[in-house]
């Protein structure tokens, strides 16, 4: 190197931007160092003049560190790069992007290699606070117990959704974010049309909201959400959806529960009330009877006459055991908790039913019209069909129309998903303007036939409500009655 370069390189040397040293080849020693350099360590030039390169490493250097400047010595490279930690003098760590450089000489093999350093503890400690910051508000987000998400407003689709979608839905997030239509796609068919349209009107009006609706998981469970949107607008315009959708499952089950209790509570307080109105009404009209009868009998003197009362009172005593059995009954089935249901083809019980009724059947030529749509399968308590089944037909018989022949159809059919038995009939009929309210009444009888009694149909309201249908009636005077049944 001539004097000219020697002064130039001198120059560059002293002023340079960054730290430079230049460092002894064999021993590592530094030969010389410019005060950038001393400045970014904090050391005097006789310092480092009396220590090596290595004396200031922080103790992290890796084995990659070592093979790189072993090849530098060996003439395999020129120059590496990398970064690392160093020591201050004041025992502060500094982190270092070190570059290492031979420097050519007139020799063939170079006595030296220069050092450029340049200090990026404030850059690094910037990035690790960021990075400490996004995880622990990725953390953070995890842990709230909902789904945290942001999407794009005008075709929702998602840009970040947190992992806590795994848990409650059983989607991945990748699969979230790589499809344009997840959202809408996975949104409950019965709710995606209404869904899809409130959020659109909402985003248009920049209208933060709060809404309920459902989502098949992963799994194909139906799962409730509750999402709560807020809208980022710049000018006015939207740009960015950002949400948490909270699991609300359980608490939708709990209100369905509470629902059904305050049916079933309103229910059996409607029939306590009617049951205590035919315990009070009926039982006292017996035992009234039965007093009545007791007094007579005391005061009677006649033999004739006392046997006369005496069969009075044991019809009397007969009556208030069928109403007590009756009422039994009743209760049984009002207070059965654990009623036994099983899957029932509802023809063959129809067909059973026709059979135990034959001889009515035949005394009265009764023409049955069974449609094939009723072999199908629902599930029921036997007894209770069997009873309801043997009541409303043989109403049917027993109220037939005087001047014609009776004819008895049986028809099956859908309506609104549920299965619907229909028994109609071309009997006497019904006033159902008079005697409408008081039709499933118990010892309610409506026609002067001496076998009413006005129990069957009160029982049989009682077992179709316990199973969870309904029954529904219609009528007219000397056309017919047609009875549906609906099975839950």
Known sequence: MNFEEKIGFKMLFDKAPVGVAVMDIQSDSFVQVNDKFCHIFGYTRENLY??????????????????????????EIEEF?????????????????????????????????????????????????????????????????????????????FSFISKKTEEVL????????????????????????????????????????????????????????????????????????????IDITEQKKAQKTLRDSFVLVNEQNKRLLNFS????????????????????????????????????????????????????????????????IEPLNLENYIDKTIATLNEEIIAKKVLI?????CDLIINYNPAYLESILLNIIFNAIRYSHPDKRPVIEINCFKENNQQVLQISDNGIGIDLEKHGKELFGMYKTFTDHTDSKGIGLFISKNQIDAMGGRITVSSVVNEGTTFSIYFK
């Open 50 to 75: 009396d220590a090596d390169f290595r004396s200031i490493s922080f103790s992290d250097s890796t084995a990659d560190d070592g093979l790189k400047m072993k090849k530098l010595k060996a003439g």
């Open 277 to 340: 109105y035919i315990v009070s009404h009926n039982l006292r009209s017996h035992t009234s009877n039965i007093q009545a009868i007791t007094e007579l009998i005391d005061i009677s003197e006649a033999e004739p006459e006392r046997k006369e009362l005496v069969h009075l009172l044991k019809r009397a005593s007969n009556s208030l055991n069928e109403t007590l059995m009756n009422l039994n009954q009743v209760v049984n089935i009002q207070t059965s908790i654990n009623i036994q």
């Open 170 to 245: 059983g989607y991945a997030v990748e699969e979230w974010l790589d499809s344009h239509t997840f959202w809408a796609d996975h949104v409950h068919p019965e709710d995606r049309n209404w869904v899809v349209d409130y959020c659109t009107i909402c985003t248009k009006a920049l209208k933060a909201h709060d809404f309920e609706y459902r989502m098949i998981a992963k799994d194909g469970r139906v799962v409730w959400l509750r999402d709560i949107v807020n809208v980022i607008a710049i000018d006015n315009n939207p740009v960015l959806l950002r949400g948490i959708m």
């Open 81 to 157: 790069s990398l970064l690392k930690r160093y020591n201050h003098s004041d025992g502060r760590l500094l982190w270092v992007s070190v570059n290492v450089k031979l420097l050519n000489s007139e020799h063939i093999r170079p006595e030296n290699y220069m050092v450029a350093v340049e200090d990026v503890t404030e850059r690094k400690m910037t990035e690790y606070a960021a990075s400490e910051s996004l995880l622990r508000t990725s953390s953070l987000i995890n842990t709230i117990d909902g789904i945290v998400w942001e999407a794009n407003p005008d075709n929702f689709k």
């Open 369 to 373: 019209k069974k449609n094939d749509s």
